[in-house]
C-alpha cells in the first residue's frame, strides 16, 4: 500500500452561479480523492465572505477547506480539474507533514 500524504484544500467559488453548481464541483473533488483510496478527513464550509483583492471583477466568493489524505497523483488530478472548472476562482493546496487529528471538544460539565 502506498503512503498517503496529508492535505489541506482552500477552495474558492464564484457566488454568480447556483447552489448545484458549487455541490457538483465539491462532490466532484471529492469523487476524485475518495476513488484513489483517499480519505476526505474533514470540509469546513467558511460559506460568501469578501476576497482580499477583486479576482475576475469579483468581490465575493463562498470559501471551503478540505482536509483530506491522498496519493500524490490524487492530488494532481484534483488541482488539474479544479484548474479548467470555471466555477473555481481560486484554490491552493498545502502538504502537511501529520496526518491530521480533529478531535471533537469535551462538552462541558454541567453546572451544579
Known amino acids: 500500500m502506498t ?6 484544500l482552500v ?3 464564484r457566488t454568480d452561479v447556483e447552489d448545484e453548481e458549487r455541490n457538483a464541483v465539491l462532490d466532484r473533488t471529492k469523487d476524485i480523492i ?10 469546513d464550509e467558511w460559506g460568501k465572505r469578501r476576497l482580499a483583492y ?10 471551503y ?8 497523483k490524487t492530488l494532481d ?12 476562482l481560486r484554490f491552493m493546496p498545502i502538504k502537511h507533514d ?9 462538552a462541558e460539565a454541567p453546572a451544579d
Open 34 to 43: 475518495t476513488r484513489d483510496n483517499g480519505v476526505i478527513v474533514k470540509i
Open 54 to 63: 477583486e479576482i475576475k471583477d469579483l468581490l465575493d466568493g463562498v470559501y
Open 98 to 106: 501529520k496526518p491530521f487529528n480533529f478531535q471533537q471538544a469535551p
Open 77 to 88: 488530478e484534483v488541482t488539474r480539474v479544479l484548474g479548467i472548472t470555471d466555477s473555481v
Open 3 to 8: 503512503k498517503l500524504n496529508s492535505y489541506e
Open 11 to 13: 477552495l474558492i467559488l
Open 65 to 72: 477547506i478540505l482536509y483530506f489524505q491522498a496519493e500524490t
